[in-house]
């Protein structure tokens, strides 16, 4: 029976385990190769934590949401030598283990596709179904899967013919629209990112966006840049596709006021902070469209006086809408 015959679709949830996150088997590899094994009508849910769960909260997580499987995945050792698979199966109620070792020449992303290949595989060898593997990565050696408290098996994973590099850098390009927060800060306007990716859950990026804007209480136009420098955490993974994230930067901006009758004008540069949460939808290896609500919160109000007189203010607090999309490379 080839990977697209399973009868029923299943529900996975793998729960990746490291102290830190970098310590963590990179979820999203290892959910897509899992998904890859067992079908196109397979879901696979991602939760990271840092220790291990019980085996009755693990299997009482699996009954309430009517899942297949929990598979618990952690690493042996620092090195990645090998990784320890805990798969709870709900149609017979039983605990599998099984150790999968590597070769020292393995890359970490085919390791962990490989990770996710055995735990398809675990899956389906209970099922009585012959599991017949994807050409990527090259077939795995292994033995049937044993329940618990018999000794685990070890694997030998072949590394693969050809490595692809994780793409590492990125640009995020976007609209952005902000609005004040008791005060006058209605704009609209472009954004320009720059982005590295230094781990599975992790990015730093810097960039700047502009927003055009009136205040109509003085008669003015406004033009605000934005300059922005941090990071952003990726918290959590749906299934190959969706995921949530938080990112957090330092901020400088300049407000820039102008009035033609009478003509007058003034500017102003503040430093704060940006906050936001975001989602984002992988449509492919280089695009992934997104959108982030957050706040913007500066070191001051910036007062517009008119002959004298306080017509509007600027405020510290100004909500930030940005919708876009992710360019890897």
Known sequence: MTLDAMADPALVLLIVIGTVPGARP??????????????????VLVEERPDDPSDAEAAALADA?????????AWGDEAHSHVRLHVYLSADRTW?????????????????????????????????????????????????????????????????????????FGIDVAGVMTSG?????????PSLRGRVVVGDALSIDAGASFGFGSI???????????IVAGGRWRWLTMGRSLSLDVGL??????????????????????????ADLGAGWRASELLEPFVTGGLDAVSGNTPINVAGVRLAQIPPFRGVLEVGVKMRF
């Open 26 to 43: 990179h979820g999203s590899i290892i959910s897509a190769a899992v998904n890859d094994a067992l079908g196109r009508g397979a879901r």
């Open 65 to 73: 949401l009517r899942g297949s499987a929990v598979a618990e995945i």
């Open 96 to 168: 599998y283990d099984r150790d999968v070792s590597f070769e020292p020449g393995d890359a970490l992303g085919e390791r962990e596709r490989a990770i996710g290949f055995v735990v398809g595989a675990m899956i389906r060898e209970t099922e009585g179904i012959t599991l017949t593997l994807p050409a990527r990565p090259r077939p795995i050696v292994s033995q049937p899967a044993s329940p618990v408290p018999t000794s685990a098996a070890e694997i030998v994973v072949a590394p693969p013919v050809h490595e692809e590099e994780p793409k590492r």
């Open 181 to 189: 927060i008791d005060g006058e800060a209605a704009a609209l306007g």
């Open 216 to 226: 109509d209480a003085a008669a003015a136009r406004m033009t605000t840049t934005r």
């Open 249 to 274: 930067e330092a901020l400088v901006v300049h407000h820039a006021v102008r009035r033609a009758d009478p003509a007058a004008d003034r500017d102003r540069w503040l430093a704060g902070a940006h």
